[in-house]
Each structure stands twice: as C-alpha cells, then as structure tokens.
C-alpha cells in the first residue's frame, strides 16, 4: 500500500502499524521526502511572513516620521510668524501730503522762500535767489538766478529788482539769460520757462509812480534733486533782510508828545507807487 511513487503517503501521519510500532509517515520514503518539502515550505513561508511583518512595521515608522516632521515644521513656522511679528518694528503713520511750496520776490521786494520764510530785502546790488547745488562753484552750477537790486525811491524799502539773470548747464547756452526791468527793446519778462526740474517765471510791473521793477517766481524748488542755495533757497537770509541803520525806526521825545519816525539821516518818504505785493505759493 505505501510502495514508491504511489502518492498513497497523504495518509501516512494517521495510519499507525501496530505490529511494527510505527506510523506510516516514519517508514515511507515518500512521505519522507515530502515532510522534507513541507519543512522547507513552512521555513519559507515563515520567512516571508517575517519579511512581510518587517515592511509593514517600517513602512508605519516612516509614516509616522513623516507625520512627525510635518508637525515639527507647522509648529517651526508658528513660531517664527510669532517672532516675525514682535520683532517688526510698527510702520509710522503716513503723514498727510503737503504740496511742495512755491519761491517768490516780488514788489520792493517781499521773499517767500523755500520753507515758506517771508522777509523783505534790503541789501541793493547783486542777491542770488537760487544756486543749484547750493554751494557749487561757477563751472559746476545747474542753475544760477541773480537780480540785481537798486534803490529806486528816497525810501529805504524803495528796492527793487532791475535785473534777472539765468544761468548754469540747466539753461543749455554759455550765454546767461537776462529780463530787464527797463526793456529798451529788451526781453522784460518770461513766461513759465522749466530748466530741467525746476519752473521759472519773470514778470514785469510798475508802481503808479511809473518805477519799473521784476518780479521773480519759482516753482517745483524741493524736486532739484540737489541742495538749493540763495536767498530763495536755504541760504541763511538775516543779513539780506536787515535794515541799514539809517532806515530803523527811531522814537523821539518833543515834550510831552511822542513822534514815531525814521531817523533825520534817512526821512521816511512813502512812495504812493510801492509795491505791496503778496507771496502767492505756486506747486
């Protein structure tokens, strides 16, 4: 029953010979050979489940180091928001826009400069209103604007600007331009000429006593691009704006009455004509 290559052993491990105290299984030479089989198979099988059981476990670890560093780098980036938004500093408040004043001589002569400074003028000969660079020398000057002043009256404020001279690279010509109070077949006045960011105006008057005078304008003066220089700029103005001795104002005692005047040296003689012009602030 249990002879060679008779595939009969899949009975072998339950028929038990009693007469040779021996179960099947222990004498056949196939079942032998086929529990060979079913050991090599377990141990493979064995293996497998192992190796099965080892790539599921690593697989878990890897999602749950994943899971990790994706928690550590939302907590890194909370954190540096968080610092992010200490440590930036609080922006100032937007001041309000304020339009970029114009710059004025106008009448005998009242100046307006650049930072809305008014004053009179009382220095006679040559004044520079505008220097651009404020203290460049000749050669490397933008712009140049010169008005010669003169004392057209007996009174001491009876100055006024007879001359405008414009030069420097800006006004492209080696040649200075030049309004003239008194024309004499000479330009004495200018429409609003730009030199490269700067805007000028030249316009010609006369008192009712018939004394002709210019007056000067400027505009866009805070966009030069370089410090401004003259008595329409940042150049300090208190010399040009002080009075000679002679045309301050003196009190005298006659008795028991007071008399405000000028001094004997330089009487005080209105001029019906003057100028009284108001700076107007051109953008």
């Not at 540096?80 to 100032?92: F, H, I, W, Y």
């Not at 940042?234 to 008399?259: E, I, K, M, W, Y």
Request: hydrophobic share 35%; glycine share 8%.
């Amino acid at each position: 029953m249990y002879t060679g290559n008779h595939n009969n052993h899949q009975f072998c491990h339950r028929d038990f010979d009693e007469g040779q105290g021996f179960y099947a299984a222990q004498v056949c030479s196939e079942c032998l050979v086929c529990q060979a089989l079913d050991s090599a198979g377990e141990k493979a099988a064995e293996e497998s489940a192992v190796a099965l059981e080892l790539a599921e476990k690593s697989a878990e670890e890897s999602a749950e180091k994943v899971r990790i560093d994706a928690e550590q780098e939302r907590a890194r980036a909370k954190e540096n928001r968080a610092l992010a938004k200490e440590t930036a500093p609080t922006p100032p408040p937007t001041p309000a826009p304020t339009p970029a004043p114009g710059v004025s001589g106008v009448g005998d002569p009242h100046l307006t400069n650049m930072y809305g400074e008014r004053f009179d003028l009382y220095r006679t000969g040559v004044n520079v209103l505008l220097r651009i660079p404020q203290k460049a020398a000749p050669e490397r000057t933008l712009l140049l604007v010169e008005a010669d002043t003169q004392l057209m009256g007996t009174a001491c404020s009876d100055l006024y600007f007879q001359v405008v001279s414009i030069s420097g690279s800006w006004t492209n010509q080696s040649d200075s331009l030049q309004v003239f109070a008194k024309s004499d077949g000479r330009p004495n006045s200018m429409k609003w000429t730009r030199f490269d960011a700067i805007s000028l105006k030249v316009v010609h008057g006369q008192t009712r006593e018939g004394t002709d005078y210019l007056n000067v304008f400027a505009k866009n003066v805070f966009r030069a691009g370089y410090p401004v220089g003259g008595l329409l700029g940042a150049d300090d103005h208190t010399l040009a704006a002080t009075p000679p001795p002679q045309c301050l104002r003196r009190v005298f005692l006659h008795g028991s009455n007071v008399v405000d005047g000028y001094t004997p040296e330089a009487p005080h003689v209105a001029s019906e004509g003057s100028e009284s012009s108001v700076a107007a602030a051109y953008s």
